[in-house]
C-alpha cells in the first residue's frame, strides 16, 4: 500500500486532516492499527472513483461491485474475533436459516470501528458517487446488518431485501456486505447468488472470501442469496459483516393517526376514538362545514 492510498480514513475517523510527517494510530485489544490504513484504497482518488462507478452501472443482473482488500486484514481480523461475543438471534424459516447480531451498541471494539467507518460521511460520499444515488443516509441502529453467521446446514433462499426501514421509513437503497472467511472453499458453499429479475437462473456468483466486499443497489430486481444448505468442515461458518443505506423519499413523513400516543391512549372512551377516526377520514372543508352546521344549531337551539 502505497503512502498516496493511506490518506482517506482519518477523516472518517476523527475529523482531521493528519500532520505532515505523522501517523495516528488507535489500539485495539493490545494491537495497533495505523487510522490513515484502515481503508485501503483512496477513495478520493478522481480515476479509482470513475473505475469503481463503470464497474458498479456495468455489472449484472443488477447493479453492484466486488472489492477485494478495501479494508486493512488487521481491523478484520479482530472483527472476526468478536464473532464469540454478541448475543445472537437464531433467524430460521423455510427460506433461511443463520444467526445475526442483535445490537449494534453491544458490539465489540472492532466492528465499532468498522461501522463508524462505513457509516461516515465521507464514506457515504464514495457510494453516492460510485452508485449515483444522492444523499445516501447511513444508519447507525444496524437495522438489518451487523454481524451474520451462517452454520453447517444453513441458507438463504434467493430473495429482496426490505424496501424501508422499520422504524424510520426511509427508503432502503444501497446494501454493503464484507465477507471474513479466510481459505473458504468452493465446495464449502455460501457463495452469494445474483439471480435475475424473473428468479429463473443465477447470474454471476461471489465466493465469501476474507476481505471481499459487495456493494449492491436494492430494487425491485435485486434478488440474491446463498440457498444451497453450508457444508464447511467441523467448526467453520460463514461470517459477514452488512450495512444498509438510504434515501428520503419524502419531505415529511407522517405517522397514521392510529398508530400516535394520543390514538392508543387507553383513557380515551370508544366514543372518543370514533369520533378521531371520522375526523382523518372526512376532507378538512368538509369538517368544517359540519362544525359551522353544529354550531349554527346549537345557537338557534339556545335562542328559543
Same mark, same amino acid.
Given at each position: 500500500?502505497?503512502?498516496?492510498?493511506?490518506?482517506?480514513?482519518?477523516?472518517?475517523?476523527?475529523?482531521?486532516?493528519?500532520?505532515?510527517?505523522?501517523?495516528?494510530?488507535?489500539?485495539?485489544?493490545?494491537?495497533?492499527?495505523?487510522?490513515?490504513?484502515?481503508?485501503?484504497?483512496?477513495?478520493?482518488?478522481?480515476?479509482?472513483?470513475?473505475?469503481?462507478?463503470?464497474?458498479?452501472?456495468?455489472?449484472?443482473?443488477?447493479?453492484?461491485?466486488?472489492?477485494?482488500?478495501?479494508?486493512?486484514?488487521?481491523?478484520?481480523?479482530?472483527?472476526?474475533?468478536?464473532?464469540?461475543?454478541?448475543?445472537?438471534?437464531?433467524?430460521?424459516?423455510?427460506?433461511?436459516?443463520?444467526?445475526?447480531?442483535?445490537?449494534?451498541?453491544?458490539?465489540?471494539?472492532?466492528?465499532?470501528?468498522?461501522?463508524?467507518?462505513?457509516?461516515?460521511?465521507?464514506?457515504?460520499?464514495?457510494?453516492?458517487?460510485?452508485?449515483? /444515488?444522492?444523499? !445516501?443516509?447511513? =444508519?447507525?441502529?444496524?437495522?438489518? @446488518? *451487523?454481524?451474520? &453467521?451462517?452454520?453447517?446446514?444453513? %441458507?438463504?433462499?434467493?430473495?429482496?431485501?426490505?424496501?424501508?426501514?422499520?422504524?424510520?421509513?426511509?427508503?432502503?437503497?444501497?446494501?454493503? /456486505?464484507?465477507? !471474513?472467511?479466510? =481459505?473458504?472453499?468452493?465446495?464449502? @458453499? *455460501?457463495?452469494? &447468488?445474483?439471480?435475475?429479475?424473473? %428468479?429463473?437462473?443465477?447470474?454471476?456468483?461471489?465466493?465469501?472470501?476474507?476481505?471481499?466486499?459487495?456493494?449492491?443497489?436494492?430494487?425491485?430486481?435485486?434478488?440474491?442469496?446463498?440457498?444451497?444448505?453450508?457444508?464447511?468442515?467441523?467448526?467453520?461458518?460463514?461470517?459477514?459483516?452488512?450495512?444498509?443505506?438510504?434515501?428520503?423519499?419524502?419531505?415529511?413523513?407522517?405517522?397514521?393517526?392510529?398508530?400516535?400516543?394520543?390514538?392508543?391512549?387507553?383513557?380515551?372512551?370508544?366514543?372518543?376514538?370514533?369520533?378521531?377516526?371520522?375526523?382523518?377520514?372526512?376532507?378538512?372543508?368538509?369538517?368544517?362545514?359540519?362544525?359551522?352546521?353544529?354550531?349554527?344549531?346549537?345557537?338557534?337551539?339556545?335562542?328559543?
Amino acid at each position: 500500500m502505497t503512502p498516496a492510498q493511506r490518506v482517506f480514513a482519518p477523516n472518517i475517523i476523527n475529523n482531521t486532516v493528519p500532520l505532515p510527517g505523522i501517523e495516528d494510530h488507535m489500539m485495539i485489544r493490545g494491537r495497533r492499527l495505523p487510522l490513515n490504513g484502515l481503508i485501503c484504497q483512496d477513495l478520493d482518488d478522481a480515476a479509482l472513483l470513475a473505475t469503481h462507478q463503470a464497474r458498479f452501472c456495468a455489472a449484472e443482473p443488477f447493479e453492484h461491485i466486488v472489492i477485494d482488500g478495501l479494508f486493512d486484514e488487521r481491523l478484520l481480523d479482530l472483527l472476526n474475533e468478536e464473532f464469540d461475543a454478541p448475543d445472537w438471534r437464531r433467524v430460521e424459516s423455510p427460506q433461511e436459516t443463520h444467526y445475526r447480531s442483535t445490537a449494534a451498541k453491544a458490539l465489540g471494539s472492532a466492528t465499532q470501528v468498522y461501522l463508524n467507518l462505513v457509516n461516515s460521511a465521507a464514506f457515504t460520499g464514495y457510494l453516492s458517487t460510485i452508485s449515483g /444515488i444522492a444523499n !445516501l443516509i447511513a =444508519d447507525h441502529t444496524g437495522y438489518g @446488518g *451487523g454481524l451474520h &453467521e451462517t452454520r453447517t446446514g444453513g %441458507r438463504f433462499g434467493i430473495h429482496r431485501d426490505f424496501n424501508y426501514h422499520r422504524h424510520n421509513l426511509l427508503a432502503n437503497q444501497l446494501v454493503m /456486505i464484507t465477507y !471474513l472467511n479466510r =481459505d473458504w472453499q468452493e465446495s464449502y @458453499g *455460501g457463495a452469494l &447468488e445474483l439471480w435475475d429479475k424473473n %428468479r429463473k437462473t443465477c447470474v454471476t456468483s461471489v465466493l465469501p472470501l476474507f476481505g471481499r466486499t459487495i456493494i449492491f443497489r436494492h430494487s425491485e430486481r435485486s434478488f440474491h442469496g446463498h440457498p444451497t444448505p453450508l457444508a464447511p468442515p467441523p467448526g467453520r461458518t460463514r461470517r459477514s459483516i452488512a450495512a444498509y443505506y438510504y434515501v428520503n423519499e419524502h419531505s415529511d413523513v407522517i405517522m397514521p393517526f392510529w398508530r400516535t400516543s394520543t390514538f392508543m391512549d387507553r383513557t380515551l372512551t370508544r366514543q372518543q376514538k370514533t369520533k378521531m377516526v371520522f375526523r382523518n377520514m372526512v376532507p378538512p372543508a368538509l369538517w368544517m362545514a359540519a362544525r359551522y352546521v353544529k354550531r349554527r344549531l346549537r345557537g338557534g337551539a339556545q335562542a328559543r
